[in-house]
């Protein structure tokens, strides 16, 4: 792609793949590719150091051009015409090219076993002191560092999670405090990293999305299946403080119990929400929640907004000894929080634990990544469920604004309702939950900050 200023007269060139063919502390020198068959010399000298910076986004440990570019290296890169020498071509922006290494492993199985069954495998001589449950958590911090520039020297690592920021609370610095603690941490994890000829960290290419989803739903299908024995028809609508108290105190009271003996977590339930537009704004009008012995009560706060703080919902949502299992919080947060004061607790997320799942496997693609659908998540965990009903209401949800305010609830939107948390559990709960270790660390910080944004408005 080129453009022409008018103000300049210059010529700029985007995205031309080029080589680096000499490089030293403040400058570099490319060979570009204008076409298959012209190449063109394109040096960054001028502001390097500031370029470099804007190319990584790392602000303060760029300080020399031969720590992030070495000669040989496989680029894309910007370059300008000089003002005053037109022969001569500017880089004003760079990006290495990863090496196209496929993935460490065949199959996308072997990032979940280790021998029957638990984490992903370990070299039996390679040993670091890293716990298995916090191993994810520094692959993360790892991956999101070579996202933004694909071949980091380990000398630097250390300097750079400073600056990135360890949002896992120092999890890097206590366990791999040291370039040798490192070397012996990548050396551990060849699933994920390699050191290249240069002493640099490298990330490897990942697997293709398509090919991850099908082996995904291989693997799903192959664990035990939690077969219901029930119908979905023991739906309760609550519409009165009263039955609302009445329903919800055992199940809180006997959450608490079992959590106060070390049952982590003391209860596991499901829960959505549905609204008008739901979000910040768009004003909620039900919740749903149901329980792994199949019950299923939808909570009519719009007839009966005090069911939050009177008939203990509230209290419920907030209880750090009930699970919630959730698929994709963001909206039912905003509207809790914003339109009744109220802070979603110890949430498991559907669509963020195959997000961490596509992580974990070291699926390739650009991150943050899109969040799955709830049709589509089912579907690969072998969940059957009609969704002729889902559809029609969600057609009549675009057409007609404020038709989760429509009273009395009628049949098709009680289905559409409690079949949303009937679904949840337990086959994709229970699959879901077995594949996330060791990165359910990183699973429950993402659920957490999920949200604080919502709650921030971020």
Known sequence: MSSQSEDTEVLSLHDLGGRVTDVDENSATFTAWKSSYETLEAKLTDRSISILRKSTSFKKVVSNVKDFLFEGDEVVINIKQDKTDQTQWNVTRVRLC???????????????????????????????????????????????????????????????????????????????????????????????????????????????????????????????????????????????????????????????????????????????????SLSKTGRLTLVQIATMEGKVYLFDVYRCPYLF??????????????????????????????????????????????????????????????????QNLCEMIGEEMDFTIKKSIKKKMVYIPNFWATRPLKTNMINYAAADVYMLLPNVYQVLHGLIHPWKSVFQLMCQDAIRKEIEDI
């Open 98 to 276: 990863p090496d196209q290494r496929p993935p460490h492993y065949d199959v996308v199985r072997d990032y979940f076993v280790r021998g029957k069954q638990g984490p992903a495998r370990w070299p039996k001589k390679q040993r670091c002191h890293v716990p298995h449950a916090r191993v994810g958590e520094i692959v993360s911090i790892m991956s999101e560092i070579l996202q933004r520039w694909c071949k980091i020297p380990i000398k630097l690592f250390h300097d750079i999670v400073d600056e990135y920021g360890d949002d896992q609370g120092g999890v890097f610095q206590s366990y791999v405090k040291t370039k040798r603690a490192l070397t012996s941490f990548i050396r551990t994890v060849p699933q994920y990293f390699y050191m290249d000829d240069d002493d640099r960290v490298c990330m490897y290419e990942g697997f293709d999305d398509e090919l991850f989803k099908t082996e995904f739903a291989e693997i799903c299908l192959s664990l035990p299946q939690w077969n219901r024995s029930y119908p979905l028809s023991e739906v309760q609508v609550i519409q009165t403080v009263r039955d609302g108290y009445a329903v919800l105190q055992p199940l809180l009271q006997r959450a608490e119990r079992l959590y106060g003996t070390g049952s982590n977590p003391g209860l596991v339930v499901a829960l959505d929400c549905e609204g008008c």
């Open 309 to 374: 703080h009177d008939g203990l919902l509230a209290d419920f949502l907030e209880s750090e000894a009930v699970l919630k299992v959730i698929h994709d919080c963001r909206k039912d947060t905003a509207a809790l929080y914003h339109q009744f004061g109220i802070t979603l607790t110890n949430i498991f997320d559907t669509s963020i634990d195959y997000v961490v799942l596509q992580n974990q496997c070291q699926v390739a693609g650009t991150k943050p990544r899109p969040r799955i659908s709830f």
